[in-house]
């Protein structure tokens, strides 16, 4: 099982939208790693790149262009994030795309809660956001 942590937490037996919570924190931090490693550039343009990628807009269009290469647990999991209630209302996104986003980020936190790095990994370089230089 890889982790940062290893506390014992079983992710199937959370909410969606608490995966959806870990799992924002952890597309953030691969973004960002993929972003330093590419370019030593100013904070301000990571920033602003980090920004345009981590959002429900653009999370909405990966998991569109990753759906067909998904499994069936993992596409489960998506669903029951994608159709969470939430008491949100996104200002920059329609609803569809933020429900999109939120069934991503539940798939994200998913993976790295069941240790699965290298799935996480793949689905990364899939999304075709940021090449590894």
């Not at 799935?119 to 075709?128: H, S, V």
Request: net charge neutral.
């Amino acid at each position: 099982m890889e982790r940062l942590l290893n506390d014992g937490c079983d992710p199937e037996q959370l909410s969606p939208l608490t995966l959806a919570f870990v799992g924002d924190g952890v597309f953030d931090l691969m973004v960002r790693e993929r972003l330093v490693c590419n370019a030593n550039a100013p904070v301000g343009y990571l920033n602003s790149k980090k920004v345009e990628i981590v959002c429900c807009k653009s999370q909405s269009e990966i998991i569109s262009a990753l759906m067909p290469r998904l499994n069936a647990q993992e596409l489960a999991v998506f669903k029951r994030g994608r159709n969470a209630k939430t008491a949100h209302t996104p200002k920059n996104a329609s609803n569809s795309q933020y429900h999109s986003a939120t069934g991503f980020e539940a798939l994200w936190g998913y993976l790295y809660l069941k240790g699965e790095l290298s799935r996480l990994n793949e689905l990364f370089d899939l999304c075709g956001i940021l090449p590894k230089e």
